[in-house]
């Protein structure tokens, strides 16, 4: 088995209580059957509160207060599972979350979410450009091999600091396109992966970016089941005709973050070109929510604007769906 990480991963420490953005306040925790199980074998008084706070429906999840709290969060923001019954004791999501495992051809993925504030901050606060750390090895066969390499270059493009952001999405969209084409004629020879495009103009970043796209995706968004009413509040409030700004390492790393979060899952259903159009619809988004909201005024952060989407959109199944499913009629 392989396995790669980002080389901030090794910087991420939870900050538990002192977090303001609380992973164990509105959202819904599933927990395992081997968790479950072993929850129904702890006896007494905290076994019974064990007991009475787990609900089954299509699958066990803890309850919640009328604030949406876990009710295993206490007053400290402290967890008590973990406090009575010890780290191992905790249900799968609470022990990997923010972290996210992506598994192909015996590679194991490894990395974290923009929906932790410290997740956040580290990714997007990043001043070099990011790389992978590696250990053992497996290339896997050479269709899994060709979408890699594709993907590194898309780095490569994203990484590029003598162009503007919007160049580099355009160029990369060209290019991705380029070797979808590849892909679908079932052309895998390595050597075509080759950047060999001349395309110094904004055209695909100006369309993707336009307050025509903005309207449809604000429509699509605010059907889209919604978690955090702040997010709504910011959805509602974006609507002006302004030209995006994107000239700015905190995009860099954002589209970095997208391509490497979701462009392998191209192994399973073969479509690279909509992972790279969902990182340039994401941007767009975020861009567009952090410049035309007065954020200072509303108690935020630029950090919160990638952290509350990722939470509505990266960790929501059903909504990371819709937006794939729209994907699928979007032309830049
Ligand atoms: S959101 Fe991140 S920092 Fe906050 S409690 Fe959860 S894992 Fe820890």
Redo the contacts with the bound molecule.
Sequence with gaps: MKYRVPDYYKDFS???SK?K????IGWEIDIDDKTLKDYYQVEGEFGKRLCDNIIHEDSAYFKMDKKGRCAFLNKNNLCDIFTKLGENHLCQICTD??RFYNEFADIKEIGIGL?????ADLILNQKEPVSFLETGNNLGNLEEMFIFYVRNKIFEILQNRKLDMSQRINLMLEFTQKMQNYVNQGKHSLDLIEINIQDNTQKHWKKASSAESWKQWKTILLNLEILDDTWKKLLMNTDSQKNIQINDIFYEQLLVYFIYRHFMHAINDKNMIDKVKFAVISCHIIARIIQENDLNNMGLIKEDIPRLYSKEVEYSDENQEIIFDEILFESF
Aim: glycine residues 6%; hydrophobic residues 20%.
């Design positions: 939870c900050i538990g977090c953005n609380n992973c164990c979350h923010p929906s932790c504030e410290v997740a």
